[in-house]
T-cell receptor
Framework: DTAVSQTPKYLVTQMGNDKSIKCEQN?????MYWYKQDSKKFLKIMFS???????INETVPNRFSPKSPDKAHLNLHINSLELGDSAVYFC????????????FGQGTRLTVV | AQSVTQLGSHVSVSEGALVLLRCNYS??????LFWYVQYPNQGLQLLLK??????LVKGINGFEAEFKKSETSFHLTKPSAHMSDAAEYFC????????????FGQGTELSVKP
């Protein structure tokens, strides 16, 4: 049973399109995150949700909109895709609190052409 | 504010040799520190974490790390490298007032030569 699962694993799309990435966790965690890993493998947080409430929004362009229908799901919708959005996007979840381990999904490799 | 610096973007060792991956952190509040490993085309997996209990932390796959507050370091070591240890390693810092946010270092790619 996969703890944190993302779909799709690969996504190739043209500039200007709108796309969504889905994430689900079966760990019973209260907090979910989206991280972006760039071409140099640098990881940076984008958003976090706690019990469906947005907690962290790290100055991400408005074209990115997370949605959490319930605490087990956190989806990422991206409008008007740009070349610079090409990256690997990771979903993660954890219990609340800074000392708790985050569990990561396998990642979604987004390529904008 | 918090930050993490990993010294050396690439480290190469021979199989059976000591592995040492360096991590220094900066934090204005008591930190929690983590090492994650990423194998190619996979997500991140926790190796070990420091959460203000023992300063010497043992993790999976024979890895350990020591929290040294005076040096603001949390270096990762393994006595004897295996070929299967080849991967990207990330050091990360968090704190109680950060909503669970992890701040990552730049990553260190470990290569293991036969």
């Amino acid at each position: 049973d996969t703890a944190v699962s993302q779909t799709p694993k690969y996504l190739v799309t043209q500039m200007g399109n709108d796309k969504s990435i889905k994430c689900e966790q079966n760990l019973g965690h209260d907090t979910m995150y989206w991280y972006k890993q760039d071409s140099k493998k640098f990881l940076k947080i984008m958003f976090s949700y706690n019990n469906k409430e947005l907690i962290i929004n790290e100055t991400v362009p408005n074209r990115f909109s997370p949605k959490s229908p319930d605490k087990a799901h956190l989806n990422l919708h991206i409008n008007s895709l740009e070349l610079g959005d090409s990256a690997v996007y990771f979903c993660a979840s954890s219990q609340a609190g800074g000392s708790t381990e985050a569990f990561f999904g396998q990642g979604t490799r987004l390529t904008v052409v | 504010a918090q930050s993490v610096t990993q010294l050396g973007s690439h480290v190469s060792v021979s199989e059976g040799a000591l592995v040492l991956l360096r991590c220094n952190y900066s934090s204005s509040v008591p930190p929690y520190l983590f090492w994650y490993v990423q194998y190619p085309n996979q997500g991140l997996q926790l190796l070990l974490k420091y959460t203000s209990a023992a300063t010497l932390v043992k993790g999976i796959n024979g890895f350990e790390a020591e929290f040294k507050k005076s040096e603001t370091s949390f270096h990762l070591t393994k006595p004897s490298a295996h070929m299967s240890d080849a991967a990207e390693y990330f050091c990360a810092v968090s704190a109680d007032n950060q909503g669970g946010k992890l701040i990552f270092g730049q990553g260190t790619e470990l290569s293991v030569k036969p």
